[in-house]
């Protein structure tokens, strides 16, 4: 059996363990994968979180990818990075870079075993700032700044490939170079809030062979997550497992120790289990009877009978699954364009699932820092300890909701 | 077995870096996870994942540091003769990776 067969079979641990820390962030980016902005009051306390901590490393699960939500915002967050090491976890984190000042610069640059991965989706503030909101484009080049000048050594810089930043890929290599830094750049998948953004967002068809190009030609020491499979149809196959990976080697713990299959895929539909339970994560991992049926032989639908099924292996499933389309259909972005047309069939009826979960912020920061408009009274109330807020605006709130 | 018992390609390894008749060890940075297929190997220092993709191979690397030299090992675990050749190369290749070191 062919190694990559025995991934799909799953492992004893996984490969590639993407844990959210919290829901809570500081920006809200449009694409946001976990709909994040809010933390969630049920969220792993310190304790449970080092529990799951010594659990991986009982498990010898050898790294794992830290997000969130931005993961820097927990108080605890330093702790558990020095405990996760301290228990040969290595960590590599993800960060819009808020909290990545001079002194934790040169902390990171001191501890073996982490990674820095910063969130940059545009390589001018323009493009970034359209995506991620006002101001995130000039934290992220000081994030990177202080690394540098840290001597932190190669961090990352990730990149999710937008239909507006598609032209920019060696623009954000040029970035890389300047900070010693490695490119890191990724699938947009309508998952989270991405999923009302994604029409206007994912990168159209051209713009597909355009980003295969430039990854065949230019992509050699440019990291992929493995998340650009879909495109092996082009011809050429991509570097690495070209294979779904969900509950196989890869699967996520969100911020409150649910387990779901894949970081792309936050819904009831793809939820194997929580770290809480009895068992813990090993039992989820190894036992779930969700990630035994992704183990299981998988239907590839009609796109088995496609002559390139071997290389794109019928896509993402998340990617499928939060536009409507059948498991066993076509990726929407099938660069044949089958995608396409099975989403232009898609009944008027069809229900697109919604993420389970909403941890947006409940209202939108503002654009702009000016002052906040006010409408101050000029006139004088009619008594001086008149404590009603419309006092002096010539009338009264009804007397049954007025508080005494 | 037809499959390389290695993942890491070994068309760059130096033949006159890794010597059979030594002692050798697995690297203090390293970790090896069994798997159903032979095992992952994960280098804490180096960040470099890699797979052993024979169980015999596996038993070899972790007889190693029991043994005076590489054929100590090979014999422990149970490597044939003509399948020899192919492990000494995998293991140059794990040598070159510093997965194994001699000491």
Known sequence: ???????????????????????????????????????????????????????????????????????????????????????????????????????????????????????????????????????????????????????????????????????????????????GAQLRITRLRPSGRGADTWDELHPTQPQQKQLYDWLVARGEDVLTGDSFFHLSAYGQELPGLNLCGAGR?????????????????????????????????????????????????????????????????????????????????????????????????????????????DHSHRTSPRADDGPVPLTLSVRRPDKACDSDPLAGEGRRLPAAVRVN | MTAAPVEASSSETSAGAFDPDRPHRLSTSVSVRPESFGALVYDFHTRRLSFLKTKPLVRVVQALEHHDDVHGALDEAGVTESDRDQYLRALAGLAQAGTITPR
């Open chain 1, 1 to 179: 059996m062919k190694l990559v067969e025995h991934f799909t079979h799953g492992l004893t641990s996984p490969i590639c363990l993407t844990w959210e820390l919290t829901y809570a962030c500081n920006l809200s980016c449009v694409h946001c994968l976990s709909s994040s902005g809010r933390r969630d009051p049920n969220e792993l306390s310190t304790d449970e979180a080092k529990a799951v901590i010594d659990e991986l490393q009982r498990m010898q699960v050898f790294y794992v990818n830290i997000g969130g939500g931005e993961p820097t915002v927990r108080s605890d967050f330093w702790e558990l990075l020095d405990y996760a090491i301290a228990h040969d976890v290595g960590v590599k984190f993800s960060t819009n870079g808020v909290k990545l000042d001079k002194a934790r610069a040169q902390q990171l640059a001191k501890t073996d075993y982490v990674d820095v991965q910063i969130s940059l989706d545009g390589a001018t503030a323009e493009v970034n700032d359209h995506v991620r909101g006002p101001g995130s484009y000039d934290t992220a080049i000081r994030a990177m700044e202080n690394l540098y000048d840290a001597g932190f050594g190669q961090f990352k810089i990730s990149v999710v490939v937008t239909r507006q930043n598609v032209d920019q890929l060696d623009d954000f290599k040029a970035i890389a170079d300047r900070y």
């Open chain 1, 249 to 357: 080697v890869v699967c996520l713990i969100d911020p409150v120790g649910d387990v779901y299959a894949c970081p792309f895929a936050i819904h009831d539909q793809f939820l194997a289990g929580n770290v809480r339970s009895e068992g813990g994560f090993r039992t989820v991992w190894q036992e779930s009877e969700l990630f035994g049926e992704l183990r299981g032989p998988q239907s590839g639908g009609a796109c088995t009978k496609c002559s390139h099924y071997d290389a794109c292996q019928g896509g993402c499933m998340a990617a499928k699954f939060f536009t409507g389309l059948p498991l066993d259909g076509p990726d929407p972005e099938c660069v044949l364009g089958n995608g396409e047309t099975a989403l232009a069939k898609l009944e008027m009826e069809t229900v697109i699932p919604k993420p389970s979960l």
